[in-house]
């Protein structure tokens, strides 16, 4: 059975940091990719970043350059390190998980994703 964990959130000044952690169990990441989601007030749940089974990292242009996502495979956990903080990065941020079948295809559609964590709140003041 696999769970997501989300935990690291937070309220946090803008211009400051943020580190989110992921920790999943029931799957590996030799098998699996996970992505970042967030979900603002009012607004559709959007792509914020993923890693393919092959560990490369993609982004969504509006965190590109200030959120980095890494993964501990030993610990089975992700972390998605968020600086440069902005009011507009104001939302809950989930973890979603699914089986990778192409070892260099970045899963960015929420859609192609099976597992989700239940979310963290992030909240940048000014």
């Known amino acids: 059975q696999v769970q997501l964990v989300e935990s690291g959130g937070g309220l946090v000044q803008a211009g400051g940091s943020l580190r989110l952690s992921c920790a999943a169990s029931?799957?590996?990441?030799?098998?699996?990719?996970v992505g970042w989601f967030r979900q603002a007030p009012g607004k559709e749940r959007e792509f914020v970043g993923t890693?393919?089974?092959?560990?490369?990292?993609y982004y969504a242009n509006s965190v590109k350059g200030r959120f980095t996502i890494t993964r501990d495979n030993a610990g089975n956990t992700v972390y998605l390190r968020m600086e440069s903080l902005k009011r507009e990065d104001t939302a809950v941020y989930f973890c979603?998980?699914?089986?990778?079948?192409?070892?260099?295809?970045?899963?960015?559609?929420?859609?192609?994703?099976?597992?989700w964590g239940l979310g963290t709140q992030v909240t940048v003041s000014l």
């Open positions: 890693f393919n089974s092959q560990g490369s990292t």
């Open positions: 029931g799957l590996t990441f030799d098998s699996h990719v």
């Open positions: 979603a998980a699914r089986r990778s079948y192409s070892p260099d295809y970045y899963y960015t559609y929420e859609s192609e994703y099976l597992y």
